[in-house]
């Protein structure tokens, strides 16, 4: 080979070189936005690693939630995706187990995650021993009411059914519906079932129910639907929300038309501040759900929101950077502190917010924790899950045949 030859291959030896030591340091990420206030705290996140981290190039793609989370597994399959947005429960497990996701790098949890995070976020990113997701954010489910309509009449935040049943009755003869429930994609429903399913029976019996341990046609589950039915019967919720998204009915709360919803503390980062010199925001307050019986302990709902690294992901170095960035920075702080969730940094202070102090409050009482049913339970009973419970809220309000179609989609989903 004459000198030549030799310093031309050497040349094209280390452009090879350098392309695929570019190519390495590529980040694509995927992300679910459930609101503008989500877009922007996770956008300013991405450009300052960026920023501190300008070797790596980043393509960012975001979807909005429906769109999501019903495209998340057919993406997994056919993109290159390095870190993406995911849920925490069986969701979790189902695409772990399917081998659609990779789990965290050994050296980086047992360096820095554990360190990082508090240890039920982490631990619940954990199937088969290992863990597959570092925790982003996490929030409860409560009623969020308006103070000034409580004031008037004269009512307190219900710690009781009792008390709660009550509420809803002065509500209604004020002639302001007491709730409402936006439950066109089928999940803010389950949400009424999650609770007085934990209310009435525990959150032992509420999990082996949901993993099919337990089956719907049990005595128990029919005492939900009857406890549920009989809210329905009173109407003491507002006519036709059922139809509506899940933020449709937030303006009949603005407006005063209703006077409290359930919903889960990620609705907190939409309230308005100020509407026609109504201070909307800070009129708003927050309750838990109240107590059924002093015989079950108080369980809440407390999804958690997460990063994965998908199977399909090519650039892992740059994706354990950028986890790394997020567990040993105070970003993740910052980003819940924008959007009204709890940082699972175990670094995080005390919120001055006072939604988030009370979604804190209410999570440090709490017996144990849910994740939601639709990412707790199998995943073919959540689709005829949602559309019983959709059907359900109709007149007649037939628990018979929601508990029948729930039932059927059970079977289905535990079938070999």
Known sequence: MNRKIGLQLASLFLALNACAAFAAEELSLLFMASSGQQR?????????FNKENPDITIKHSEYAQEDYKQNFEQRLVKEKIDVAFWFAGERLRFLAEKKLLAPLDNSFVRSTAKSSFTKATLDAGLSGGKYYAL???YYPWGFFYRKSVFQKLGLT???TWQEFLKVCEVLKAAKI??????????????????????????????QKLLRGEVAFTDAKVSKVFEEWKALLDKGYF??????????????????KQVGMVLMGGFAAAKFPSDIAGDKIADDIGFFPFPRHSNQVPVYEDSPLDVLVLPASGVNRAAAH??????????????????IRQISPLVNAPPSQDRFLSSFKATL?????????????????????????????????????????????????ANAP
């Open 40 to 48: 922007t705290a996770w956008v300013d996140i991405v450009s300052r």
């Open 135 to 137: 925790p982003l954010s």
């Open 157 to 159: 935040p219900p710690q």
């Open 177 to 206: 519906a007491p709730t409402a429930v936006g439950a066109q994609a089928g999940w803010p429903a389950a949400a009424w079932f999650d609770y007085l399913n934990l209310r009435l029976n525990g959150l032992v019996f509420h």
């Open 238 to 255: 507002l006519p036709g929300s059922t139809e509506m998204d899940w933020d449709g009915v937030l303006p009949y709360l603005y407006r």
């Open 321 to 338: 950077r950028f986890l790394k960035y997020l567990a040993k920075s105070t970003e993740l702080n910052q980003y819940n502190e924008l």
């Open 364 to 412: 440090d009482k709490a017996a144990g924790i849910s994740f939601f049913f639709d990412r707790d339970a199998k995943q073919g009973l959540v689709s005829p899950t949602f559309d019983a419970l959709k059907r359900f809220l109709v007149p007649p309000y037939d628990t018979a045949a929601a508990i029948k179609t729930i039932a059927e989609g059970a079977r289905a």
